[in-house]
C-alpha cells in the first residue's frame, strides 16, 4: 500500500491528484470550506488570537485552504498550510504554505479530511485454525497468507479489532493510530478534526473495508499504482491515542453544528428574488448531499482538542 500509493509512480504522486479520481466532501461543495472556515473563527476565539493557523493534512492539491482564504472574514490573519506528500501545485495561492511535515508549535485548527484512510495499514485474516495471519499480496492481486500477526499489531488487533472466526479480516489501524497522535500533538494549542469514513469497536466490518477507486469507479484493490487503495478507519483507536480530549460524531451533526442544513429556501422568495431562490436551492442541494444519510452524512468527524 505505501509503494503503490507513495512510492516512485505511486497514485498519489501523479499529476492530475485525488480529485480527477474520486470526489471528497471539498469537491462536493464551497459549503464544506465556508464550514472549515467558521470553525477556524470558533478555534481563534476560543484561543484567543486573531492570527490563526490552518494545518491542512493530506491537502490533494490544495483545494480545501483555496476555498477557506475566499471565506474568511476581514480581520483575521491566517497562516496556511498544506502538508501533502504530493509536489506543490502550480499556481496555488503564494498565501499557502505547502510542506510535507506538519509544523510544529503551530497554534489554531488542524484538519484532515480523508487523509486517514490512505496512511497505510497491513490486513490480517483468521486462518482456518484460527490463528491471526498477514495477507500478502503481489502486483497483480493475488493474495495468501503470510506469517503469524504478533507484538504491537497482535496487541492493537485485540484491544480494538479482535479476529475469531476463521475467514474475518480487520486493517491494522496502528499506523494510523500513531500518524494521528503525531499530527495532533504537533500543535501547541487549538483543535485537530479528522474526518473520514469510519468504524467504532462495537461494530466493526467483518472482512474488512480494504477497496480501491480509479477514475470515479470503484475497483480491486490491487497494489500497481493505478488507483487509490483505501480503508475505513478505526476512530475510536486513532482518538484514544491521540492526546487531547475529544468528540467523536457524524458529519451531519458536526455541519448541521457550524450553519449547514440543507433547509429550502421559502417559497416567497421565488417571487420577491428569483435569482436568490435558484441560488438557495441549489445551496440546499448541496448542504443535503454533504449531510446526507448513507452518503457523506455519515462520515465520522474526530474532533480533539489541545488546551494552550
Ligand atoms: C483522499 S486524499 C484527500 C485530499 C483532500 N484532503 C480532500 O479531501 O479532497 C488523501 C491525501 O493525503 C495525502 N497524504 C497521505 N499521507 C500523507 C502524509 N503522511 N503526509 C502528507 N500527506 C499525506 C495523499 O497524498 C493524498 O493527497
Not at 29 to 44: E, K, M, N, T, Y
Not at 254 to 271: M, Y
Request: net charge negative; with cysteine; glycine share 14%.
Amino acid at each position: 500500500m505505501e509503494r503503490a500509493l507513495y512510492g516512485p509512480g505511486g497514485f498519489f504522486l501523479r499529476p492530475e491528484g485525488p480529485a480527477g479520481h474520486f470526489r471528497t466532501s471539498v469537491h462536493a461543495s464551497p459549503l464544506f470550506a465556508g464550514a472549515v472556515a467558521r470553525l477556524l473563527v470558533r478555534v481563534a476565539a476560543e484561543l484567543g488570537t486573531d492570527e490563526p493557523a490552518l494545518v491542512d493534512m493530506g491537502a490533494g492539491r490544495g483545494e480545501l485552504l483555496t476555498g477557506v482564504l475566499g471565506a474568511l472574514p476581514a480581520g483575521l490573519r491566517v497562516r496556511l498550510y498544506g502538508v501533502e506528500r504530493a509536489a506543490r501545485p502550480p499556481g496555488l495561492d503564494p498565501r499557502i504554505g505547502w510542506t510535507d511535515r506538519v509544523p510544529e508549535g503551530e497554534r489554531g485548527l488542524l484538519f484532515a479530511n480523508e487523509w486517514l484512510d490512505n496512511v497505510p495499514v497491513d490486513v490480517a485474516e483468521a486462518d482456518e485454525d484460527g490463528t491471526v495471519r498477514y495477507v500478502e499480496v503481489d502486483r497483480t492481486g493475488t493474495e495468501r497468507l503470510g506469517g503469524p500477526v504478533e507484538g504491537p499489531d497482535a496487541e492493537w488487533l485485540a484491544r480494538w479489532w479482535p479476529l475469531t472466526e476463521p475467514g474475518t479480516r480487520a486493517e491494522i489501524g496502528r499506523p494510523r493510530d500513531e500518524a494521528w497522535a503525531a499530527a495532533v500533538g504537533a500543535l501547541a494549542a487549538g483543535t485537530a478534526v479528522a474526518v473520514d469514513y469510519g468504524h467504532l469497536r462495537a461494530a466493526r466490518p467483518p472482512f474488512g473495508t480494504l477497496s480501491a477507486f480509479r477514475e470515479g469507479r470503484e475497483t480491486a484493490p490491487v497494489p500497481d499504482g493505478g488507483r487509490d487503495l483505501t480503508a475505513h478507519v478505526a476512530l475510536d483507536a486513532c482518538a484514544a491515542t491521540g492526546p487531547g480530549p475529544y468528540e467523536l460524531r457524524t458529519q451531519r451533526e458536526a455541519l448541521h453544528d457550524l450553519g449547514v442544513t440543507g433547509g429550502r429556501p421559502p417559497l416567497a422568495l421565488a417571487s420577491t428574488d428569483p435569482a436568490a431562490y435558484v441560488r438557495a436551492l441549489a445551496g440546499a442541494g448541496e448542504a443535503a448531499e454533504l449531510t446526507a444519510r448513507g452518503g457523506l452524512g455519515d462520515f465520522l468527524w474526530l474532533e480533539q482538542r489541545i488546551a494552550p
